[in-house]
């Protein structure tokens, strides 16, 4: 879930046999919720993602659909109710879900996550990259292999 004002907006999911793709939103102050009339491109039904706030719009990155492990990127605008798939540049991050993303400035940092390695080997094997994504030019990259990074997580 993510908040913009008062209000907080939750995004897909997983009910243990179907991945979904529609937005709910609970307002804060009535403690409703609301199913929302959207427009634009939905994005694929999907779980484990992040859903990173940024003024009045929220970055939709990853997550698994049930079968893929997921790469796109989709905005949605909280004010006008419209997702958008911008175009991307530079080296975006391969598909992954249960990674993390943090905003600094205009510039979300995405972190670990799984992208299905070890998956025939019967093992996790969790991801220790880390991506950054400017949102002024929507240029993704992947900062040098850091001498002594963090072991990978999920």
């Not at 990173?52 to 990155?61: A, C, E, S």
């Not at 605008?77 to 879900?97: A, H, N, V, Y």
């Not at 990674?99 to 991801?127: C, E, M, Q, V, W």
Request: aromatic share 10%; hydrophobic share 35%.
């Amino acid at each position: 879930m993510s908040r913009v004002d008062k209000k907080l907006f939750m995004f897909g999911g997983y009910d243990g046999e179907k991945c979904f793709n529609d937005i709910d939103i609970l307002d804060l102050d009535t403690m409703t919720w609301i199913s929302p009339q959207v427009h634009g491109n939905l994005p694929m039904a999907r779980n484990a993602h992040t859903m990173t706030v940024l003024g009045k719009k929220l970055y939709l990155f990853g997550g698994h659909s049930g079968n893929k492990h997921l790469k796109d990127l989709h905005v949605f605008d909280t004010e006008t109710l419209t997702w958008t798939e911008p175009q991307i540049f530079g080296s975006s991050p391969k598909g992954l879900r249960g990674h993390t993303a943090n905003l600094i400035g205009s510039k979300i940092y995405l972190f670990g996550g799984y992208d299905g390695r070890g998956r025939s080997l019967k093992k996790i094997i969790p991801s220790n990259d880390l991506y950054v994504l400017n949102t002024e030019n929507m240029h993704w990259s992947h900062p040098l292999e850091f001498e002594k990074a963090p072991s990978g997580r999920q």
